[in-house]
Each structure stands twice: as C-alpha cells, then as structure tokens.
C-alpha cells in the first residue's frame, strides 16, 4: 500500500484494504493483572478463598444483614461476569472493524491511565490535607465517650477517603473496559440484526451497571463491618453503633472527588474532539459524522469512552455511595432520638435496598432479548420502547421489593405503622425518578414535539436554532423542579407523621423520609445506569460502520440505536440531577447535625437576612456559574487546537479527501488528551477550594465579631444558593444540549431536507454550541453540588 501511496496509484477506498492506525508501541495490561498472573492459580484460588472468609466473618461479627448484603453483591458479579462472557463471545466483525475498534480502545485506556494517574496525584495530596486537619480539631462528645482519639479518627477518615477514591476510580475503568470492547461486536451485530446489536448494547452496560452499583453497596458494608469489628461497637466504653455512619464520611468524599476530575477530563475530552472533528468535518468539508477522512473521527470516538462510559461510571458510583451514606447517617441520627432498641435497621436500610436494585435491575437486563432475526429495521420494535418494557419491569419489581424492605428493617414496636409510612416514601421516591425519566425523553426524543420544533427553527438559519435550544433548555426546568418540590415536602411529611418521636414527644422521622425517597430514586439505578453505558456503546458502533464503510442498511440501524442513545444519556443526566438534589439536602442535614455536635449548641438554620450569610449565598450560586464558564471554555480552547490541526492536515494532505493519503489520527488524539488533562485542573480546584477558604474567611470574622458560628452559617448558605443553582443550571445545560443533538438526528432522517441541507447546517452549529453544555458543564454539576455537600461536612470542624 505504500507503495501505490508514493506512486499515486490508489483506486477507490472502497475497494482497498482498509487499515488503522494503533495507538500505541506495545499491549498494555494493568498492573495488577499482571502481578496475579505470577501468582500460582491454585495459591490464588486459596488467597480468594481467605479472603471472602474473611469478610463474611466480619459481616456475621456485624449483623446478618451485612452478610445478604455480601451475598447478593456476590451474586451480581457472577451475574456480570456471565454477561461479559456472552459479550465477548460475539465476533467482531471484519478486519477494518477490529483495527478501529483497537485503535478506539488504546487510545481511551492510555488517556485512562494518564488523567487517573494525575487524579490519584492529587487524591494523594488532598489526602494529607485531611489527615493534618483531623490531627488537630477538636473531639465530638461521642468520640470522647468511645475513647476514640484524634489520631484514629484522622487515620479511618483518610482511609476511607482513599478507600472511595480508589473504588470511583475502578468503576470508571469497569464503565470503559466494557464499552471499548463492546462497541464493534455492536457493529458486526448490526450487518445482521437491529435487536441482536441492541441486545448486545444492553448487556454490556449492564455488566458495568451491575458491578458499579455492586462496588459501592459492598464497599461501604465491607468498611462498615470492618470498623465494627475493630473499633468494638456497641461494647461497654466504645462507640455507639448509630455514631458509626459519620467514619463513612470520607468514603464519599472520595468518589466525589474521583468522579469530578473524571466528569470533568472525560467531558473537556470527549466534546473538544467532536466539536473540532463536526466544525471542520462535517461545516466546512461537508464530509459525514464518522467519516474515515476527518483526523479527529478517532478522538471523537474515544472521547464516548472516556467521557461518557469511565466518568458516568463513577459519577454514579458517587451517586449511590453519597446516598448511603446520607441515609445511614441520618437513620442512625434518628434511631438515637426516639431511643430505639436495635437501631440497626434504620442504619442498614440503605444497603438492602440497593442490593434489591442489583436483583431487579438484574432481571430487568435479561428481559430484554433477541426474538427477532431480521436485519430489516422495519422488522423490530422501536428500541426505546424496548429499554421502556425493561424499564417498567424493573420500576415494578422496585415497589414491591421496596415495600418488602421497609417492613423488614423499619418495623419498630415504638411505631407499629411507621413502616408503611417509609414505604410510601420510597413509593414517592420511585415514581419522582419514573416521572424525571419521562420529562427528560419529553423534552429530547425527536419523537415528541419540543425536539420536532427544534429542528423545524433550524430551516430559518442558525440564529433561530441557537434561541429556540435556549428556550427550550430553559423550559425544561419548571417541570422537574416542581416533581422535586413536592417529592421533597411530600417525603418528608409522610415521615414526619410515622409516628417515631424523641424523649420529648416532637416527631423525628421527617429527614429520614426525604432519606427513604431519596434511596426510592435510586432503587433502579443499576437499570438506569445500563440504559446510559448502551448510548456511548452505540454511537461508538455507528462510528466504526461509518469508519469501515459498512452498506447504508447497517448505518440506518445504529443511526437509529444512537439517536436512542442520545435520549437514554439525556434521561439518566435528568435522573442523576434529581437524586444529587434530594442527595445534597440529606447531606445538607447531616452537617447541620456536626456543626451542632462539634459546637454544643442547636444548629437547626440559617439565616439568609444576615449580611455575611446572604453574602455566602451569593457566592455559592457565583460558584456555579464560574464553574460552569470554565468548563465551557475549556472544551472551545481545546476544539481550537483541533480545529486548527484538522485544517492543517487537510490543507496539508489534500490527498486526504480523495482517500489517497490517510489522516495522522494520532495527532488530534494527543492533542486532546493533553490539552483536557491540563484544562480539568482549573475548574476542579476551584470546587475544592472556594468552600474552604470561604469558611476560614468567615470564621475569622466571626472570631473578631463575636459570632462564633458565622464560618459555618456562611458555608450553610453556600451549601444551599449552589444546589438550588446547580440544580436549574444543570437542568438547562443538559436538556438544552440533548435536544440540539437529537434535532440534528431528526433531520437526518431526512426530515427538512436531510444531511447536508441548510436545515442540516444549522442543526449542526446548535448540535456543536449544545456538546459542552450536556456532557462536560452539565453532568459536572450535579457532581459537584454533591461533592460541596460532602467537602463541608468533612471539614465542619475548620468552620467553627
């Protein structure tokens, strides 16, 4: 072949073979792979064997329910190493299919390794930090009581801390692994039959989903047992069982702050690579999404990887772990007011009701199936109503095995009903997360009529897109916001009224039952995790039978799974926006809580009329809003770069264009895999830091004035302004950004004259202003008000 390059001799690239390029000089296997592969199998079948021996003693040390909680989780991998199994056991298609999906998958593990080298860097560091503050604050009653010290409760804290990091970051690469070698066994699935490429799409998120969620239920049971059976609790002279949630702290904090950096890198990844390969491809070349011939098509594609599958990977880890934690603090919180004699249920709930998600989402995944064997898309159901079927078996098997679970762990002889009350609950909480699923697809399937009107302003140029996509991401806030609304008021009455009361008669149960709700949310989160990871994997697959030159017939059938695609990624960003709110204000409670503990005074709320708490206020929402233009504006410095090597390979390689010279891939891949790495630094340390050097500020003041709470007071309405500013920010950004992709999937269905028309083009521009908006600002957002949330709780005691 280089030879006909250097006599100019290629003939049509249809009729060549068709070769890419490999991302990198050797194979590359983890370290840890390689450090059991020297290990003796049968030495390592004993080492296996110990160790679940061991974390099933701990569990049965702790409480039966720990050890369902390890069987079940258990059970889950099993389950998730069949479906990797059946997964890989589907061929991957011609050659031209295999070399893409290759050259896709060495360039997301090696931009993996790199941006989580420099995040575990920094998780390092930070880890320091804390261990230098919790060496030196001050001890809470219940720690004097135990007799845990200073050091200790440093050390656990920092443990923790690094313990989550360490899971969020495997969950990430659980969440790419997957996608990487399912997208092209997708694309050989789909010369043969649309249900068997979706079938195979599903699988493969599913194995991420259920290992994801499996991680974070079993990490925290496994931590918690663990500082049950060391620290001795609920012995005589040792901490209480319901203090024993708030040494979980830092486990949160950790996914947190794992899964913004991923959020963060992935997404300056991901949408600096497509916004570059669609301005100079698809605008000024006029050539197709995915075509061979752009130089940024393989940066585009391993940007779905890294962006969408390793970073929604652990931002819903995160998700899960923060929740948990909430609730269980929050339970335990409770159970020590109203004097309950096994507070053990109200503590653990959290834990049953996930491992229930991991079953039903389980058997929500294998029902759907492959019963059509048709390769006409004509022959089978519309896909989204296929996931929908999935879906409302999943939220059926939820209500039951919910109901289930409230009767089991919060039955209480002091409040024989409370049980049912808490059921409904999470009844609310369910059908809060039915309904946000079902405004988002409203608001971003091209089947409905806000995204229909969309694409018809695009057939009035590009001015009139770009306003219609605003108005419609800022119409897409009301709904929502309200669902929240009354789910929060809702929640929290039905568990005020339980019946549960402290010693002095005032209803307690009120928080809790936000908590219940909360966890109904994300009682199918593993089924809604499976219908996000299917998204990237089939825009991956459109982008290989693109790239491979597959017939015409194929390509309509992964167009039509990643316009699906689009609408799953948009509902699970809806879903995850509505479970960060009721997240961030169950851990909002708990903070208020360790303020109140560390300053033996009621700390119960803030006052927003007092000026320096007004002033913390406004500085949380400005938070979000800098954030936001940081995120933004990193992913157009980055397109930049890559606009510019892209036209100056085409400028430079014209032969580019008639197939006769071949793109340096390559090139855009490092380009943005540097530039990204470079970019998330800002932004994230702006999250980190401004809470801290907030709160110091204030307490200062307050020091010299007089008020000694003021720090925290300040962090308090922080805290708020930027949830409930987050929360509408994210909302606009991620319904806005979904909506302009699927009108431009709308149109080239061949609706408003098809690809390539002026309808086309415009759609494009607003497809492109949309892609920073929905999978970089927008899924950071809900991250990050949740790592606020975790970031002020952990430090409270430099507040005060």
Partial sequence: MDDDMEGGNLGPYQERARVFPNMRTRPYTPLIYRLFMRINIRVLFVLMLLGLGAIFYIGASTSPIIVFVFLVCIISFLLAIYLTKWVLAKDEGPPEMA?????????????????????????????????????????????????????MSAFITVAAFLLGALCSGIAGYVGMWVSVRANVRVSSAARRSAREALQIAVRAGGFSALVVVGMAVVGIAILYATFYVLLGVDSPGAMKVTDLPLL?????????????????????????????????????????????????????????????????????????AAEIISAMILGGTMAQRCKLEDPSGFILFPLVVHSFDLV???????????????????????????????YSVTIVLAVLTFGLSTRWMLYTEQAPSAWLNFALCGLVGIMTAYVFVWITKYYTDYKHEPVRMLALSSSTGHGTNIIAGVSLGLESTALPVLVISIAIVSAYWLGHTSGLVDESGNPTGGLFGTAVATMGMLSTAAYVLTMDMFGPIADNAGGIVEMSQQPESVREITDVLDAVGNTTKATTKGFAIGSAALASFLLFSAYMDEVATFAHVPFNQVDIAIPEVFVGGLLGSMLIFLFSAWACSAVGRTAQEVVKEVRRQ?????????????????????????????????????????????????????????????????????????????????????????????????????????????SHKAAVTGDTVGDPFKDTAGPSLHVLIKMLATITLVMAPIFL
């Avoid at 070349?285 to 390793?310: F, K």
């Avoid at 989402?361 to 996931?387: H, K, Q």
Wanted: net charge negative.
């Fill in 248 to 320: 979980l702290v830092g486990y949160g904090f950790g996914a947190s702050f794992v899964a913004l950096f991923a959020q963060l890198g992935g997404g300056i990844y991901t949408k600096a690579a497509d916004v570059g390969a669609d301005l100079v491809g698809k605008v000024e070349q006029g050539i197709p999404e995915d075509d061979p011939r752009n130089p940024a098509v393989i940066a585009d594609l391993v940007g779905d990887n890294v962006g969408d599958c390793a970073a929604r990977g652990a931002d819903l880890f995160e998700s899960i």
């Fill in 650 to 758: 085409f400028i430079e390689r014209p032969g580019i264009m008639d197939y006769k010279e071949k793109p340096d891939y390559g090139r855009c891949v490092s380009i943005v895999a540097s530039a990204s790495l470079r970019e998330m630094i800002k932004p994230g340390a702006l999250a980190i830091i401004s809470p801290i050097v907030v709160g110091l500020v204030f307490r200062v003041l307050g020091y010299y004035t007089g008020h000694p709470l003021l720090g925290a007071k300040v962090v308090a309405a922080m805290l708020m302004f930027a949830t409930v500013s987050g929360i509408l920010m994210a909302l606009f950004l991620n319904t806005a950004g979904g909506a302009w992709d699927n009108a431009k999937k709308y149109i080239e269905t061949g609706a408003l004259g098809g690809k390539g028309s002026d």
């Fill in 360 to 390: 039903i989402s389980s058997i929500g995944i294998f029902s759907i199936r492959n019963t059509y064997d048709s390769g006409v898309l004509g022959a089978v159901e519309d896909p989204m109503s296929i996931l929908q079927k999935g």
């Fill in 99 to 151: 070399e893409i999906s290759d050259a896709i998958r060495d360039g997301a593990e090696g931009f993996f390794r790199t941006q989580y080298g420099t995040i575990s860097k920094m998780a390092v560091l930070l880890g320091l930090v804390i261990l230098s503050i919790y060496l030196f604050r001050g001890k809470t009653p219940q720690q004097e009581s135990s007799g845990l010290g200073r050091s």
